[in-house]
């Protein structure tokens, strides 16, 4: 938990200047079908309420369960990573028509500076996925679920990001997070193997003591 904490607060401290970056380079503008047909209107709020809503309700879950926090800061750690990996290598534009999003607290995370060639892939897509897979009970999943898709069509509706952008998003998390997943608990088995090996070893050593001290 330490440890992830403190590395995900060094990536915290590089997106200012990731996303700097990236907003000075020249990007393709994707022709998308769908975004095409989809009138551009401002739903910030909307989406915002959304997120922070979920982000506050799975907070809530992880202090009952600090397992929740574990694999969500270090599933983040990796997805964050292999954002700033695919944007490197993808640059892309900002679709025709996007309205900017805007919330004063996200910015922070972007050196406040407008950003919209964060495309691929969505990170608001990315966030909401992982709580969903994070969250363990079935109505948890569920609300989650639900509001993933809203935001991702909300996403749409202003225009920020492409479409694959968005769908993209649940299948790149998923994987890492199933690889994170299959990472800490083998590293916590390993860890467990160790103890069991340590109190067989000290059994050993303390059988014949025992016994050659009756015996005595």
Same mark, same amino acid.
């Given at each position: 938990?330490? %440890?992830?904490?403190?590395?995900?607060?060094?990536?915290?401290?590089?997106?200012?200047?990731?996303?700097?970056?990236?907003?000075?380079?020249?990007?393709?503008?994707?022709? &998308?079908?769908?975004?095409?047909?989809?009138? *551009?209107?401002?739903?910030?709020?909307?989406?915002?309420?959304?997120?922070?809503?979920?982000?506050?309700?799975?907070? %809530?879950?992880?202090?009952?369960?600090?397992?929740?926090?574990? $694999?969500?800061?270090?599933?983040?750690?990796?997805?964050?990573?292999?954002?700033?990996?695919?944007?490197?290598?993808?640059?892309? &534009?900002?679709? #025709?028509?996007? @309205?900017?999003?805007?919330?004063? $607290?996200?910015? %922070?995370?972007?050196?406040?500076?407008?950003?919209? #060639?964060?495309?691929?892939?969505?990170?608001?897509?990315?966030?909401?996925?992982?709580?969903?897979?994070?969250?363990?009970?079935?109505?948890?999943?569920? @609300?989650?679920?639900? *509001?993933?898709?809203?935001? *991702?069509?909300?996403?749409?509706?202003?225009?920020?990001?492409?479409?694959? &952008? @968005?769908?993209?998003?649940? %299948?790149?998390?998923?994987?890492?997070?199933?690889?994170?997943?299959?990472?800490?608990?083998?590293?916590?088995?390993?860890?467990?193997?160790?103890?069991?090996?340590?109190?067989?070893?000290?059994?050993?050593?303390?059988?014949?003591?025992?016994?050659?001290?009756?015996?005595?």
């Amino acid at each position: 938990m330490i %440890v992830g904490s403190i590395i995900m607060l060094i990536v915290v401290f590089i997106m200012p200047f990731f996303f700097g970056y990236i907003e000075k380079r020249n990007g393709i503008l994707l022709n &998308d079908w769908l975004l095409a047909q989809i009138p *551009a209107h401002n739903v910030s709020g909307l989406i915002f309420a959304i997120i922070w809503g979920m982000i506050i309700f799975a907070v %809530v879950r992880a202090v009952y369960n600090p397992s929740i926090y574990v $694999i969500y800061c270090w599933t983040l750690i990796f997805v964050t990573i292999a954002r700033f990996t695919c944007i490197a290598l993808v640059p892309l &534009d900002p679709p #025709k028509g996007l @309205i900017p999003l805007t919330d004063p $607290i996200t910015s %922070v995370f972007y050196g406040n500076v407008l950003i919209t #060639k964060d495309l691929f892939f969505s990170g608001h897509t990315a966030i909401l996925t992982l709580i969903v897979l994070c969250l363990q009970r079935k109505t948890d999943k569920f @609300i989650g679920t639900i *509001a993933t898709i809203i935001v *991702a069509i909300l996403l749409l509706v202003q225009h920020v990001h492409y479409t694959i &952008d @968005i769908l993209a998003a649940p %299948v790149i998390v998923y994987t890492i997070y199933r690889a994170t997943r299959y990472f800490l608990y083998k590293t916590k088995r390993r860890g467990k193997s160790k103890h069991r090996a340590r109190v067989v070893n000290m059994v050993k050593e303390e059988v014949p003591v025992k016994i050659f001290s009756e015996g005595k």
